[in-house]
C-alpha cells in the first residue's frame, strides 16, 4: 500500500490556487492508481498552535505540564503521519516571501531531534529517508527568474526543511504571476497542471 500525505496551508479556501492544484494532483496519482491512501491535514483551516513557553518543552525537551504533554502529543501525532507517508504532497503558497505561518509552525513539531534528524560527529543526518514530496508552490508574482530569484525564501528554505529531515527526493511546481490579473492567473493554472500530468505518472508508476 502506498501512502499519500497531503499537507495544505493557503488560509485562502476555495479560492485557493495551491489547493486547487494540490487536489489535482491527488486525483491524478489516485486514478492511475486506485490503490493508494490518502491522508489529508489542513494547516490553513485548522492551524497547529504556535510553540510558546508553556507548550515548548513538550517538542523540544521534556513534557511534564498538561501543556507540554499535550504538544507532545500533537508532535507525534504530526511524526505518525508523516512517518507513514511514502509521498507528502504540500500546498505552499508564498506568503512574505516564504511560508504560511501554518505551514511554518507544523515544521515546528515535526523537525525534532532523535526523531526526524541526529547530529553526530559528521553533522546533522536525516532520518526520514526513502520518502518523496511533491511541492505546489503558489505565488502572486514571479520568481523563477531575474532580480526576484533573490527574495525567493520559500524554495529554498522548504527544500532545506525536507532535506534536513532526510527528504531529498522534491519536486517542485510553481504557479507564478496569480496577482497578475486573471488571464496569468488561468496561464499559471493551466502550466502548472501540465507538469501535473507528467509528474502523476511517475508517482503512479512507483505506487505500482
Ligand atoms: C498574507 C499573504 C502574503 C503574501 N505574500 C506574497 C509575497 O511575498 N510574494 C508574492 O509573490 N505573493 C504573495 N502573496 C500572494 C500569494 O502568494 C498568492 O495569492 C497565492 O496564490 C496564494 O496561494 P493560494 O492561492 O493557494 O492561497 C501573499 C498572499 C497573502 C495572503
Redesign the pocket.
Known sequence: MHNILVINS???GN??????LVADVVAAVTRLNPGVRVTERDL?AKPVPHLTADNVEGVRGSPATDEEHQSRKLSDQLLGELRAADTIIF?A??????L?TGLRAWFDYVLRAGETFSYSEAGPKGLLVGRRAIVVE??????SDGPSSAIDFQEPYILHLLGFMGITDVTFIR??K??FGPEAREEAIAGAREEIVRLARRVAALAA
Open positions: 493557503s488560509v485562502s479560492d485557493s490556487v495551491s489547493r486547487l490553513g500546498g503558497p508564498m506568503y512574505n516571501f516564504g504560511p503558489s505565488r502572486g508574482g514571479f520568481y504557479a507564478e496569480i496577482g
